[in-house]
């Protein structure tokens, strides 16, 4: 609970004496930068997998002549757009930016540069740590479609390479009775996960204290505290939302 309410002011504090707008638009840039393009290829490879396997994985569990083929492709629609790319490439972010917000601001932490911050002034929790969650909330959603995009697509080439689905079957079935209401509910996960993996990551870094050690310590735990929150947001997002 201590540590639940240190946390609630940390996030308090970063909307507290805040600099002007324009000097927050060059960090946000930046960290768009080094949060989504940084990312893309890991994201990419990641969803490219997830996809091809998920199909092999469903042809070879739904083998039977009263299924037809195209519920291959339905399973691997609606698995991809509920779960796997919202809350696997969660995960995969958290290791990713996750630690890295960590690893950089316990660094700054542990070499003073944030007590020279606050020494002139500055609101360094607002002007270090909030440019790195608004270009989270940002660029994960953008993340989380092309994965959507990237896992259907791998899919289709998996059934089609090893011949589980035909190319037409495959794309049947994901016209076939598509829900929209899918796609705003992986975004709603995507801006909710954004928001958790960068601000306890950013928090788990802000506090560092110690040495070289401790920030090691502190990327670790951003990990790990973020996949579980990750995890426990997915279940009420699920019950809230479905």
Do not use: H, W
């Not at 639940?4 to 768009?32: H, M």
């Not at 299924?67 to 399973?75: A, F, H, N």
């Not at 209401?181 to 802000?206: E, M, R, T």
Request: with cysteine; aromatic share 12%.
């Amino acid at each position: 609970m201590k540590n639940l309410g240190r946390y609630i002011l940390f996030l308090i504090s970063l909307f507290q004496r805040r600099e002007r707008v324009k000097t927050y638009f060059p960090l946000i840039i930046n960290e768009c930068v080094k949060i989504g393009y940084d990312s893309l290829f890991i994201v990419c490879i990641v969803s490219l997998f997830m996809g091809a396997v998920t199909t092999l994985q469903t042809a070879f569990n739904l083998v039977g002549p009263l299924i037809p083929d195209y519920v291959i492709s339905i399973v691997v629609r609606d698995m991809t757009l509920l779960e796997l790319s919202p809350t696997i490439i969660a995960i995969v972010f958290a290791g990713k930016v996750g630690s890295n917000i960590a690893g950089e601001l316990g660094t700054m932490r542990i070499t003073e540069q944030i007590d020279a911050l606050e020494v002139m002034g500055v609101n360094s929790s607002s002007y270090l740590v909030l440019p790195k969650i608004i270009a989270s909330i940002l660029m994960f959603p953008i993340l989380v479609i092309i994965s959507a995009f990237i896992a259907i697509l791998g899919g289709y080439f998996a059934g089609s390479l090893t011949e589980v689905i035909t190319g037409a079957d495959y794309i049947y079935g994901l016209r076939y009775e598509f829900n929209p209401f899918n796609i705003p509910f992986a975004l709603v996960k995507a801006y909710v996960f954004a928001f958790i993996v960068s601000s306890i990551s950013a928090f788990q870094g802000y506090y560092t204290s110690g040495g070289a050690l401790e920030v090691g310590k502190s990327s670790t735990n951003a990990v790990t505290n973020s996949c579980i929150a990750i995890l426990i947001a997915d279940y009420i997002l699920a019950q809230i939302l479905l």
